[in-house]
């Protein structure tokens, strides 16, 4: 059971998609959406929480992508809270601007550094929306091979 239950969107433009850095924290770039409110069906809270945090927006169309469970990211190394996220995708109207407690937005490319992504997004979204054909194979094949460099230049030689 997810200790998080939240609505998200993406938004491809090309071959880039969306991301937000929530202000104060350090422990990876989310996805546009948040956590539903009670009553509240996972459409109405994907255009309150679009409104919040991407200022005068409205979601053109929505397509929902699939529901995804994995690790909540935390800057606390010692906190395994498990979070589940119902995916969309859509196209906004309107020129989207950080807003409420998101500091920044950033379109990210198959080039962008691994280490920015979230758990669920490394581990669970970003492949298997590769696998669909939602983002291109050349953008996982470069996240995994720079995620891999990333990795090997951070740990030390073996010893004989």
Not at 14 to 32: N, T, V
Not at 66 to 86: C, F, H, R, W
Not at 91 to 99: F, Q, S, T
Not at 124 to 141: E, H, N, V, W
Request: net charge negative.
């Amino acid at each position: 059971m997810a200790d998080f239950k939240k609505v998200g969107l993406l938004v491809v433009k090309g071959d880039s998609f969306l991301l937000c850095r929530k202000k104060g924290l350090k422990s990876g770039l989310i996805l546009p959406g948040g956590r539903i409110e009670p009553g509240e069906s996972s459409l109405e809270c994907l255009n309150r929480e679009l409104l919040e945090e991407l200022g005068d927006v409205r979601l053109e169309s929505a397509e929902y992508l699939g529901t995804y469970k994995d690790v909540a990211a935390s800057d606390d190394p010692k906190t395994q809270n498990m979070l589940q996220i119902e995916l969309y995708k859509g196209n906004l109207i309107g020129d989207p601007e950080p807003n409420s407690e998101i500091a920044e937005l950033i379109w990210v490319t198959p080039d962008s550094d691994p280490d920015y992504f979230t758990p669920i997004m490394r581990n669970r979204i970003i492949p298997d929306l590769t696998s669909r054909g939602i983002l291109s194979q050349d953008f996982m094949s470069r996240i995994v091979c720079n995620f891999k460099r990333h990795r090997i230049e951070l740990l030390a030689p073996a010893k004989d």
